[in-house]
C-alpha cells in the first residue's frame, strides 16, 4: 500500500507539473511528457516533497536539466518550485527559431508558474553565442535573459562577452 501509495504521488505531481508547463506556452515534444531520471527519488509525505538524487537528467517540451539533486516542492497557494543543484547544474533549451540558451551554476531554483530560472554561484548563461556570468542570473525561459548580478552588492560583479558580428571584410 505505501508503495503504490508513492507512485500514485508521483504520477500526480508529474501530471501537475505537465500541465502547468504545457498551459504557460512550453512548446510541447513528441508527446508532452516530463522524464525525470536519477540514482534514486525519496517521497516525504510530511512536507510533500519529491527528492531525486545521483546524475538527475529532466527532459520536458524543449528543455533540458542536469543536476546532481532535484527537489520539487508545492508553492503555498499553488504551483510548484523546483530546486536544483549540481556540480555544475546545467540547463538547455531550444528555442523555437532554432537558436537556444543554455547555462550552468552551483545551484538554482526553477519557478515553474513564473517560468524563470534563478542561476546562483559560478551562474553563467549563453545565447545566441553571447555569454553573461555572475553570482546570480535570473533566466526567462519566454524572453531569455532577465537580469543578472545583485544590485545590493559591490562585491558581486556581472561579466558579458558580445559575439561580433562577420564584418565581410
Do not use: C, W
Not at 516533497?49 to 546532481?68: C, E, F, M, Q, S
Amino acid at each position: 500500500e505505501p508503495l503504490q501509495a508513492m507512485r500514485q504521488l508521483i504520477f500526480t505531481l508529474l501530471m501537475l507539473i505537465r500541465f502547468s508547463l504545457a498551459n504557460h506556452g512550453f512548446a510541447q515534444q513528441g508527446n508532452g511528457q516530463v522524464e525525470i531520471s536519477s540514482d534514486s527519488i525519496e517521497h516525504n509525505g510530511e512536507n510533500g516533497t519529491l527528492v531525486y538524487t545521483g546524475k538527475v537528467v529532466v527532459r520536458h517540451t524543449d528543455i533540458t536539466i542536469n543536476a546532481n539533486q532535484l527537489t520539487i516542492k508545492e508553492k503555498q497557494g499553488g504551483g510548484h518550485i523546483v530546486h536544483v543543484s549540481g556540480s555544475p547544474l546545467r540547463f538547455k533549451q531550444a528555442a523555437a527559431d532554432g537558436k537556444s540558451i543554455s547555462g550552468e551554476a552551483s545551484r538554482g531554483r526553477y519557478d515553474i508558474d513564473l517560468e524563470t530560472l534563478v542561476l546562483q554561484q559560478n551562474a553563467k548563461v549563453t545565447q545566441n553565442g553571447n555569454t553573461v556570468t555572475g553570482d546570480t542570473i535570473r533566466v526567462n525561459l519566454k524572453t531569455g535573459i532577465a537580469s543578472a548580478g545583485n544590485k545590493n552588492s559591490t562585491s558581486s560583479r556581472v561579466r558579458t562577452v558580445i559575439k561580433s558580428g562577420e564584418t565581410g571584410r
